[in-house]
């Protein structure tokens, strides 16, 4: 089992930045992929970015240029650099992280809540 545990959200202006952590324990070594969701009220969760084997990087396209992803494997924690924040940014963010050839994340943070003030 792996645990998630997000921080990092809060109240912020547009153009602002945060940046959000997901520190992971348990069985670290299971995963090879992890990633940040978001779902804003009404709409479903969508990819924002995820980092596979911590080099390879992908972005939804809503966020590329503004959102940096990393993994920090000596403190087991991933990050999420948001830059250039935009009210529609506005949702809970979730960690996720999955196994070698599982298709569907295994395992998930309670979320954060980012919520950006035009």
């Known amino acids: 089992q792996v645990q998630l545990v997000e921080s990092g959200g809060g109240l912020v202006q547009a153009g602002g930045s945060l940046r959000l952590s997901c520190a992971a324990s348990g069985s670290i070594f299971s995963i090879n992929a992890m990633g940040w969701y978001r779902q804003a009220p009404g709409k479903q969760r969508e990819l924002v970015a995820r980092?596979?084997?911590?080099?390879?990087?992908n972005y939804a396209d809503s966020v590329k240029g503004r959102f940096i992803i990393s993994r920090d494997n000596a403190k087991n924690t991933m990050y999420l650099q948001m830059n250039s924040l935009k009210p529609e940014d506005t949702a809970v963010y979730y960690c996720a992280a999955k196994r070698p050839g599982i298709s569907e994340w295994d395992y998930w943070g309670q979320g954060t809540q980012v919520t950006v003030s035009s």
């Open positions: 980092i596979i084997n911590g080099v390879t990087t």
